[in-house]
C-alpha cells in the first residue's frame, strides 16, 4: 500500500490536530489541607513537567535449565516538575515547610510540628497531583493523577551576575501510583480505575 500524506493528515486531524506539550496544566493537593497546594495562580508557575510512566519489570524464573520471564511488580519513577521562581518564593516556601513536616527542622530538630512522627495535624504528609492535558478546543482532554506523593528533592537555584533569566528550579516528589482518564477525574477521587 502507497503512503498518500492525504491520509495521514485527515486521521491526524480527526484527533484533534495531535496533542500538544504546551497545553498542560498542573495542581498539587497537600491532603490535610491546602497549607502547601499548589493550584490557581500558583500552578502557572509550574513551567515543565512530564506525564507519568511506569515500568513493569520481568521477573525471570530458572526451570528445567531455561530462564523463563514472568510480569513482576509495577514500579514508578519519581515525578518532577519544573518551577519559575517568583520573587516572593512562594511554591518553594511551601515545600520547604512541606518538607519539614516530614522530616523536621533544617537542623535536623523534631517538635510537635515538625517531624513528629504521630503527625498531630491529623493525616498524612502526604497529597495527590494532577497533570492535565488540554486540547487545542481549551478542553480538558485526560488526566492523569497521582496518589500519595510528597517533596523529595527541592532543586538548587543558581544565582550568577551575569545572567538575567528568571530563576528555576526544579521539586521531585514520590508517589505511590497513577491512574488516568479522560478529562473529568480529580485528584479528590478516592477509589481510582487502574
Known sequence: MAFAPST?????????????????????????DNTFSVMGDDALLV??????GSTIAPLT???????????????????TVTVINDENFSIRNKMMEWMRYISGK???ER?????????????????NATVTQVGTDGANKQNYNMYNL???ELGEIAVDWSSDAIQEYTIGFAYDYWSSGAGTSTTNELSPSF
Open 8 to 32: 495521514f493528515k485527515t486521521k491526524l486531524s480527526k484527533a484533534g490536530g495531535g496533542a500538544r506539550p504546551s497545553l498542560y496544566k498542573v495542581a498539587i493537593n497537600y491532603s490535610v
Open 47 to 52: 513551567k515543565a513537567t512530564a506525564l507519568p
Open 61 to 79: 524464573v530458572n526451570y528445567a535449565g531455561r530462564a523463563y520471564k514472568w510480569q513482576g511488580f509495577r514500579t514508578y519513577d519519581n515525578w
Open 106 to 108: 533544617l537542623n535536623g
Open 111 to 127: 517538635t510537635g510540628v515538625f517531624g513528629d512522627p504521630s503527625k498531630p495535624q491529623g493525616g498524612y504528609y502526604d497529597g
Open 150 to 152: 510528597w517533596p523529595t
